[in-house]
């Protein structure tokens, strides 16, 4: 009896799944025939479907591959060389044409291009040269994937016959109808043309970097060979490695990232069995020296123009190509008669030390409008037009023309310290003995006024100031300024301009005409506007862009002490121009040649400024040994300073420096007097008295120089009108003289007279000489001191007095080859 409620169960549950019942109310057995009619109605959809498609994409390719075969016809013969871009000056002036195909390109046959050369671009740029269409579908999905990953389309997955063809289309967007366009000239050309012929048109019209287009002219001005046999290997690897990015990768422009792209190219030919691994490890090995063609006799403004290039990449994102070909209009800042007045001077050997080999004593300059930021004229080295070397973007160490914005600078913004502040230039050693520094005439003269310091150059009495003020707001001072320095930097030796990099003459121009402009940083630029072919804006300098890096009165002071460099007495006094305000600093590194000692320097600088504009001036060799040094001073520098801009500041209007409200007066403290000195056998001291001096918080400094010790001493301070030297040995002599302090003020006075106390064995007690009793006070001259009054004490034999203490250093050049103060590198 259950089997059959089983069974009907069953087949109800199964006619419900299938439809079967359902089937049979519409005539039984015939129910799958439907299903096999719309099996086929769909199978001939999809083959229609497919076959349109396959239709579209053959018409498609036949439209791109005769579109491209159009394309190519019109433009075979002239690939990119169309539309010249052009500079103009800030007035709309026509400067230059960045572009002159006869005077950028010599063509080559393929015929002449060794074969290791052929395969080193192809190992490079195109590796599946020989065995792609045009289109090389592999790579171009390695592209899509990374394009995926970034979001963006930044992978070219372009064949060597598509670099070709994109000679044609030098707009920047990596847009699917340029690419398609360029894949269609691509597959014309592979259809017109062998792939020898096809190399040969690429390595003829590929741009090198430096306006050199072409294989012969990149080997002409890069390594001066004429003769592509004659091509060394680490030669070949280095212009294979170019076209990736010319900018980047020249020789000239960035040496050290030239070089690791060589290793790059190499690396791929020896995987690719071109080279041995011996080839390959000698050639990477070999540093790069400049040996580029000379320019034309009348070529002018080149290092601006190149550095107008460079600065148009990154503002735009365009290639250096890209902005040379394309009918770009780029209005600049260029001041033409500065420029042309740097050139010349620039061109002058006089204005040079002459070497003692053919290697030249190198040097470079940029002058800008404090007011804007706008770069006015700039040289980036002697005979530029060989090598395209641009010195005015390249590190040096600055030596003591970093004092302003590591010490002085920094000092001031504090609030504490002003420009009759009292330092000292006492000889010592600060960091727990660490760091011992020393001026370079041997001289030191005690506590000094903040301006003589800086006006002479004391080197000890900058790292003193620093120490006192901290090394961090120094660095944050100098970070202000756009000088990034490292952390390795964090020490006394900044003080000095011992930088474990160095800087730019082109960040110390910025930085110092922050001091010329009330404590506003510009941002230096040489571009005001960027039109495309279409007369079209695509770039246009943002005005907004200064900030206020220090107090205006900050800037007023330190502008005070630096003019006083450049005044009588001062090592920048070669800097002065006629009719003209100039205020400014040097700077000399020495030598820094491990055991070798020399009174000679590896760097010379001079950065200043007139109300007007702000330079930077560098001197020195591009490679120093014990051969190539500078004997001169910094003078030189100086002088090209004002040779360069009397010129240029010809015609130019006069301004004044701007002077802020709320200025401190100078303040000064009377001087000691009424100073005695007198043995006292019951104490077996030295007693030291003066009168004392009106004021609040006054203590007194009291200084000491012990017989055979080269410099007095700060042996104490008190609050007290007198004090007792117990620290006295027998058979010896001391010289004392004591200054008033106010710690509130930073304030120093004048040091009192000079009084020697002679001591001996065996010495009976009485009065000193009336002559050492005296206070006669010392006149209030800005640091001049009167010679040691001598006290004998009686019972011993009269002493010669010493030789006084050294006054002030005389002006600029006083010792041979030097000016006083300037020798600035840091001990180890």
């Not at 001598?790 to 006054?807: C, L, N, R, Y």
């Amino acid at each position: 009896m259950n089997q059959p409620e089983e069974r009907n169960q069953t087949g109800n549950a199964g006619r419900s799944r299938t439809g079967v019942g359902k089937g049979k109310r519409n005539g039984g057995g015939k129910s799958k025939g439907p299903r096999k009619g719309r099996g086929r109605r769909a199978l001939i959809w999809i083959f229609f479907v497919v076959l349109f498609a396959v239709v579209c994409a053959v018409v498609g390719y036949l439209l791109i591959i005769l579109n491209g075969q159009r394309i190519l016809s019109a433009n075979i013969n002239k690939l990119n060389l169309d539309e010249a871009s052009i500079i103009y000056d800030r007035d709309g002036k026509e400067v230059s044409k960045l572009y002159t195909p006869e005077g950028n390109r010599e063509f080559v046959s393929i015929t002449k291009i060794p074969k290791i050369v052929q395969n080193a671009f192809v190992a490079t740029e195109d590796k599946r040269f020989y065995e792609h269409s045009g289109i090389d579908l592999l790579g171009i999905g390695r592209a899509l994937v990374k394009d995926v990953i970034a979001r963006s389309a930044v992978e070219g997955a372009s064949t060597i016959t598509q670099q070709l063809a994109k000679n044609l289309f030098l707009n920047a967007d990596k847009t699917a109808f340029r690419k398609g366009t360029e894949a269609s000239i691509a597959l014309a050309l592979e259809q017109q043309k062998s792939k020898e012929e096809i190399l040969e048109l690429y390595l003829n019209r590929i741009y090198f970097g430096k306006g050199q287009y072409g294989l012969m002219t990149a080997a002409k001005f890069y390594f001066g060979v004429s003769d592509l046999d004659k091509l060394e290997l680490w030669q070949v690897a280095t212009l294979a490695g170019i076209p990736k990015a010319p900018g980047t990768y020249n020789p000239v422009s960035n040496p050290e990232k030239s070089k690791e792209r060589r290793g790059v190219v190499l690396k791929l030919m020896l995987d690719q069995g071109l080279i041995t691994e011996a080839e390959r490890a000698e050639a990477a090995d070999v540093d790069y020296e400049p040996k580029g063609t000379a320019a034309s006799k009348d070529a002018k403004y080149l290092t601006y123009l190149d550095f107008v290039l460079d600065e148009a990449q990154e503002r735009t994102g365009l290639s250096e190509e890209e902005l040379r070909s394309a009918g770009y209009k780029i209005t600049t800042t260029i001041n033409t008669k500065a420029q042309l007045a740097m050139e010349k001077e620039f061109a002058n050997a006089d204005r040079f030390e002459k070497g003692p080999d053919e290697r030249i004593v190198q040097g470079a300059m940029v002058i800008m409008d404090q007011h804007d930021g706008s770069l006015i004229a700039m040289v980036g080295g002697r005979n530029y037009e060989k090598t395209g070397t641009n010195r005015v973007v390249e590190k040096r160490q600055p030596g003591s023309s970093f004092k302003p914005i590591m010490d002085y600078g920094p000092a001031i913004e504090t609030g504490d310290f002003f420009p009759w502040s009292i330092v000292q230039d006492v000889k010592q050693c600060f960091g727990n003995g660490t760091y011992c520094p020393s001026n370079s005439n041997g001289n030191y003269l005690g506590a000094i006024p903040m301006r003589q310091a800086i006006k002479e150059s004391r080197n000890v009495s900058a790292v003193w100031l620093l120490n006192e003020i901290g090394i961090s707001k120094g660095l944050a001072f100098a970070n202000n300024l756009g000088i990034k320095l490292e952390k390795e930097d964090r020490n006394l030796a900044t003080a000095l301009g011992g930088l474990t990099k160095g800087v730019t003459p082109l960040e110390m121009v910025r930085a110092y005409g922050a001091f010329a402009n009330g404590g506003k940083l510009e941002d230096p630029h040489s571009i005001m506007m960027i039109k495309n072919s279409k007369d079209q804006v695509i770039y246009q300098y943002d005005e907004s862009s200064a900030k206020q890096v220090m107090d205006e009165k900050t800037a007023y002071y330190v502008r005070d002490l630096l003019q006083g460099v450049v005044q009588k007495g001062g090592t920048g006094v070669s800097a002065a121009i006629s009719g003209r305000t100039v205020a400014g600093k040097t700077g000399t590194t020495q030598a820094g040649i491990p055991n070798y000692r020399t009174s000679k320097n590896r760097d010379n600088w001079f950065v200043g400024f007139t109300p007007e504009w702000t330079a930077a001036v560098w001197m020195g060799y591009d490679k120093t040994d014990k051969e190539h040094l500078l004997s001169k001073s910094s003078s030189q520098a100086a002088k090209m300073f004002s040779a360069v801009m009397s010129k240029a500041l010809e015609g130019i209007k006069k301004q004044s420096f701007p002077i802020p409200s709320g200025l401190e007066e100078a303040q000064k403290l009377p001087g000691v007097s009424g100073f005695m000195a007198a043995y006292s056998p019951e104490s077996v001291s030295v007693e030291l008295t003066w009168s004392p001096v009106t004021g609040e918080g006054i203590t007194y400094k009291i200084y000491r120089k012990g017989d055979g010790e080269a410099e007095a001493r700060l042996m104490a301070e008190t609050a007290e009108p007198a004090y007792d030297d117990f620290a006295i040995l027998p058979d010896r002599k001391f010289t004392y003289y004591v200054t008033a302090y106010q710690a509130s003020k930073k304030l120093e006075s004048n040091p009192s007279e000079q009084l020697t106390v002679t001591i001996t064995t065996g010495m009976e007690s009485s009065p000193p000489p009336d002559e050492g009793n005296g206070g006669i006070t010392p006149p209030d001259d800005g640091g001049v001191e009167t010679p040691p009054i001598e006290i004998v004490v009686p019972g011993a034999s009269p002493t010669p007095s010493p030789t006084p203490t050294p006054t002030p250093t005389p002006p600029a050049g006083d010792l041979p080859g030097m000016a006083p103060g300037e020798s600035t590198s840091p001990s180890p």
